[in-house]
């Protein structure tokens, strides 16, 4: 196949292309700017947004295309921080749906990145795909516009991936909230009964693999896995697997002061569960936490 990784040297962006390198499939990642140096691999083409807008032939022929992009939620949610990360989300989806509609050799599909922060938060209420939006703080703003604007994608499947956190050792957000448990003072955050789901990096690198494979699927998938835990069973859990006490409670009111609006990504939550996935055969590899964490531990580098 021939796939295009719109934001390809991200975390999960470098694992897809990994993979699909790994099995003979030719991958064009786009990126800000041309490496430096020329990809070591031949199978690896890299393409910019420039060269998406200046020259879309390129492009013609694609079997997917898998958009990533969009500036990271962690950082100061200040005004201009907002507006950057609003932006860049529009910006991305806008310039690959001006792509599709340039091409005579369409993709088949597209999968565009989306967040779990689409349901709002909660502590009671569990979310599948058919639960609906529910705009209620910044982040499930940003990604209900994320979502309408991936509207505009002209082709033959749209699926909005909906991501929970992602763990892996080469990125995302595990390594600094693995930190404070290898300094020692790992413990729950806030009340500790905020859900969060998750998701290993390597089931969401098949699961991407898997809804390009599968025609019939279309629309949101919840990348998540089937078993999420709350706060503080994450960090009992990543306690127990590490070998590291956890004992050391950050108060919300701390985090607050601290972080500021960001503090609402660590003191709420969503229980996403990945129906659709589930429905359509998806086996996760890594299914309990217990596992996952297990696995990060003895391939860390």
Not at 90 to 98: L, R
Not at 100 to 123: F, R
Not at 162 to 178: C, D, H, Q, Y
Request: charged fraction near 20%; aromatic fraction near 8%.
């Amino acid at each position: 196949m021939k796939i295009a990784i719109c934001g390809g040297t991200g975390f999960i962006g470098q694992a897809l292309c990994k993979r699909w390198v790994a099995e003979g499939h030719h991958v064009m990642i786009v990126t800000r700017k041309q490496p430096d140096s020329p990809a070591k691999n031949k199978s690896v083409q890299y393409v910019t947004w420039d060269d998406m807008k200046s020259s879309p032939q390129v492009f013609e022929g694609l079997d997917a295309l898998v958009n990533l992009a969009g500036a990271s939620l962690s950082q100061r949610w200040t005004v201009k921080g907002k507006e950057s990360i609003r932006n860049s989300r529009q910006k991305t989806v806008s310039a690959v749906a001006d792509l599709m509609h340039t091409l005579n050799q369409k993709p088949s599909v597209v999968i565009q990145a989306s967040a779990m922060a689409i349901y709002g938060t909660s502590e009671d209420l569990t979310f599948d795909e058919q639960s609906p939006s529910r705009v209620m703080d910044f982040p499930s703003e940003v990604v209900s516009q994320w979502e309408d604007a991936a509207d505009r994608i002209d082709v033959e499947r749209v699926v909005k991936l909906r991501i929970s956190v992602v763990l892996g050792n080469e990125g995302g957000a595990f390594p600094k909230m693995l930190l404070p448990y290898k300094l020692g003072i790992g413990g729950k955050i806030g009340s500790g009964q905020q859900w969060m789901s998750w998701i290993h990096i390597d089931d969401i690198v098949s699961l991407i693999d898997f809804c390009i494979q599968h025609p019939e699927i279309s629309g949101p998938v919840n990348a998540a896995s089937p078993h999420p835990v709350t706060n503080d069973q994450f960090g009992r859990t990543v306690a127990k697997v590490y070998h590291r006490p956890h004992w050391f409670p950050v108060p919300a009111f701390l985090l607050q002061r601290v972080l500021g609006e960001l503090s609402l990504i660590l003191l709420k939550g969503q229980r996403i569960l990945p129906a659709k996935a589930l429905e359509h055969g998806f086996k996760f590899q890594y299914a309990e936490l217990h596992n996952a964490l297990s696995e990060l531990k003895n391939n860390t580098r």
